[in-house]
């Protein structure tokens, strides 16, 4: 009888072992003296299928999803929410009465993130600068426009993946040069770095940074490490800034409520959990 079972998640990727979402949810776990496990769960690419198909039967009541399953984790879903479908991947997916039904709850974590550690922050006053169109930027972009930013500014080395975001979204995206990107940063009010670039192993950003002031909103969404040259070059020049990981902790949030039934709080302890 599964109401009898000790409800069980998880995260599923490859590779999977530095993922910080165990320690994300057995925090939330401990702290409300909730019954479940929290699991990273390595899946090759050609048995993501049957894995899903078999996790119910062990009583998962739904999982996290990460590189390099988003997009095929939807395709493999019953039912889909609006927002993973204008973003073409999911990372929540919850098991319910033999069915898979997949969400995306990255355009609201990084959203929620930014009103939390930014509440100042007001979409309408002006246009964002979104850097890098992959599949962090899709859920960025969806949420910025949902938010009512008046334009979102698109830049990306490959021109032609950010002419496709402007396809699939349309109007109020305006693509410009990669090279050009630094230039556009003063035009901006909110700007965020989707790109790897800054990342721990990964090349730095290299674009002319001069343009940040007082009174933009700048989000890196790197959080290895928690200052980027990216933020810490803001901030040296008067802006609000805002780092990545509270992202990953407010997307993990409707998963945790759906799979366990409380709704977590996002706080420094829980910073700090995911951290250590
Ligand atoms: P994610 O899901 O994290 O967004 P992704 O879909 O692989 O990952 O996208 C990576 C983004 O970082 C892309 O916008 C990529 O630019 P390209 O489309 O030109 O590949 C960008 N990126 C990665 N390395 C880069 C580099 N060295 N210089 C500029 N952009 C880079």
């Known amino acids: 009888m599964t109401e009898h079972r000790i409800p069980l998640a998880g995260v599923i990727g490859n590779p999977i072992a530095h993922s910080r979402s165990p320690k994300v949810h057995g925090h939330w776990l401990a702290r409300y003296g909730l019954t479940g496990h929290y699991v990273p769960l390595h899946v090759e690419d050609?048995?993501?299928?049957?894995?899903?198909?078999?996790?119910?039967?062990?009583?998962?009541?739904g999982v996290n999803v990460t590189i390099p399953h988003k997009v095929r984790a939807l395709e493999l879903a019953d039912a889909i929410s609006d927002r993973a479908t204008l973003i073409g991947a999911a990372n929540t997916l919850t098991f319910r009465d033999g069915k898979i039904y997949a969400d995306n709850t990255?355009?609201?974590?990084?959203?929620?993130n930014i009103k939390q550690e930014a509440p100042e922050w007001?979409?309408?006053?002006?246009?964002?600068l979104v850097l890098g169109a992959g599949g962090a930027a899709r859920?960025?972009?969806?949420?910025?426009?949902?938010?009512?930013?008046?334009?979102?500014?698109?830049?990306?080395?490959?021109?032609?993946?950010?002419?496709?975001?402007?396809?699939?979204f349309g109007a109020r995206i305006r693509t410009i040069?990669?090279?050009?990107?630094?230039?556009?940063?003063?035009?901006?009010a909110t700007i965020i770095n989707t790109t790897a670039l800054g990342m721990q192993?990964?090349?730095?950003?290299?674009?002319d940074l001069s343009g940040f002031r007082r009174g933009q909103v700048v989000n890196d969404i790197v959080y290895t490490p928690l200052m980027t040259h990216f933020l810490t070059e803001a901030q040296a020049?008067?802006?609000?800034?805002?780092?990545?990981?509270?992202?990953l902790l407010h997307q993990a949030v409707p998963g945790f409520e759906r799979w366990f039934g409380q709704r977590p709080e996002v706080?420094?302890?829980l910073r700090q959990a995911a951290l250590a």
């Open 46 to 61: 050609g048995d993501l299928a049957q894995v899903l198909h078999t996790l119910p039967q062990m009583g998962f009541v």
């Open 106 to 112: 990255d355009g609201y974590g990084f959203l929620a």
């Open 122 to 128: 007001n979409p309408a006053s002006g246009p964002a």
């Open 139 to 168: 859920a960025v972009i969806v949420a910025l426009l949902e938010a009512g930013v008046p334009e979102v500014i698109l830049a990306n080395r490959t021109r032609s993946k950010a002419e496709g975001l402007r396809a699939d």
């Open 177 to 188: 040069e990669w090279v050009t990107s630094g230039e556009a940063i003063g035009d901006a």
């Open 201 to 207: 192993g990964q090349p730095e950003l290299r674009l």
């Open 237 to 247: 020049r008067g802006a609000t800034t805002v780092d990545g990981l509270g992202m």
């Open 267 to 269: 706080d420094e302890p």
